[in-house]
């Protein structure tokens, strides 16, 4: 069965500083990873897949399938970055793409 | 189309009760996907439909559960005889072929 570890519960980074939020999976064959963030009083939303090879709002992460790890970067974090990040991995089974999540991590920026 | 609807937001029920949570997906989204997220945890799959079939159910998914999608539009998630371990935040996702999966604001059910 797959499994996706966050090892931060909380992480607090200056404004300006750079942010890494750590995200390993447990998977044989090939997965799909995500990181979905939510914003205070919003729902979950997308915030980057491996597979677009996309920064959002500077955000990027690189799948490395040798550590089986999906960390999610930002080298100059902004206030606005505050919110709860989830990595997720999903298995293709016959259309099914059910995502299993991480416990999550939440990001406090310092002004 | 304003996204994932989820209703009611809140719902509080006493122990043995049953509820019944809606989800209208994304429109032309064939995909709908239940979750449920009990605090300091990630969401947890619980069932997943095609269209109106539903092709996984998890082992979470107690006899006490049963979802439906009649039409292959929204859905319902029924939890009978309610229990105080039931109280949590039900998310529902919906999705089209490009596997990005958009969720609800969610129902949080509180079992006193």
């Known amino acids: 069965a797959q499994r996706v570890t966050q090892p931060e519960k909380l992480l607090s980074v200056f404004k300006g500083a750079p942010v890494e939020l750590k995200c390993n999976y447990s998977?044989?064959?090939?997965?799909?990873l995500f990181w979905y963030v939510q914003y205070s009083r919003q729902r979950l939303q997308l915030l980057l897949r491996h597979i677009s090879r996309e920064s959002i709002k500077g955000f990027t992460a690189d799948l490395n399938k040798g550590e089986t790890s999906f960390h999610l970067k930002k080298p100059l974090a902004q206030e606005e970055d505050s919110a709860m990040y989830y990595c997720?991995?999903?298995?293709?089974?016959?259309?099914?793409?059910?995502?299993?999540f991480g416990t999550g991590t939440r990001l406090t920026i310092i002004p | 189309d304003t996204g994932v609807s989820q209703d009611p937001r809140h719902k509080i029920t006493k122990r043995g009760q049953n509820v019944t949570f809606r989800c209208d997906p994304i429109s032309e989204h064939n995909r709908l996907y239940w979750y449920r997220q009990t605090l300091g945890q990630g969401p947890e799959f619980l069932t997943y439909?095609?269209?109106?079939?539903?092709?996984?159910k998890s082992r979470l998914l107690s006899d006490r559960f049963s979802a439906e999608r009649p039409k292959g539009s929204f859905s319902t998630l029924e939890i009978q005889r309610t229990e105080q371990g039931d109280s949590a935040m039900y998310l529902c996702a919906s999705s089209s072929d490009s596997n990005i999966q958009y969720f609800g604001a969610g129902t949080r059910l509180s079992v006193l």
């Open positions: 439909f095609q269209n109106e079939a539903q092709l996984e």
């Open positions: 998977y044989s064959g090939s997965p799909e």
């Open positions: 997720a991995l999903s298995v293709s089974n016959f259309g099914n793409e059910k995502l299993t």
